[in-house]
């Protein structure tokens, strides 16, 4: 992973990656913002992937649970979230980047172990 991300040199040999590269880690991080931009990240909001987004990674009922849905606040001073819901969101935001009529290149996601909080 290291290796990948440019973080190590490789022991032996060389290697190249034909895209762009975007990194899950296993520590989920939430910034203070509403659910919905912590999830976009700056990208455009596209309704139709964006629910398809929420349902695949099992976000709907937290979003019914949430006072004010996707547009509740979170991070430092808004809504405390449980450590499987800070990975749900983690893993939409680099899920959303997966949208093909919105980004001309695909990215590479490496994910460290992000399932392990759900």
């Known amino acids: 992973m ?13 290697f190249r990656v034909n895209g ?9 991080w939430i910034f203070e913002g509403s659910v919905k931009q912590n999830i976009l990240f700056g990208k455009p909001f596209e309704k139709d992937w964006y629910n398809k987004v929420v349902d695949a ?22 809504t405390c979230l449980s450590g499987g819901q800070k990975a749900r969101i983690n893993l939409a935001r680099y899920k959303l980047l997966g949208y ?3 980004y001309s290149l695909q990215p590479i996601v490496l994910k460290s172990n992000v399932f392990c909080m759900l």
């Open 20 to 28: 762009k590269l975007a990194y899950a880690s296993q520590e989920a």
């Open 57 to 78: 990674c099992a976000l709907r009922r937290d979003l019914q649970l949430f006072p004010y849905g996707d547009e509740t606040l979170v991070g430092d001073k808004g």
């Open 100 to 102: 093909p009529k919105t």
């Open 2 to 14: 290291q290796v990948l991300l440019n973080e190590l040199e490789p022991s032996k040999g060389t």
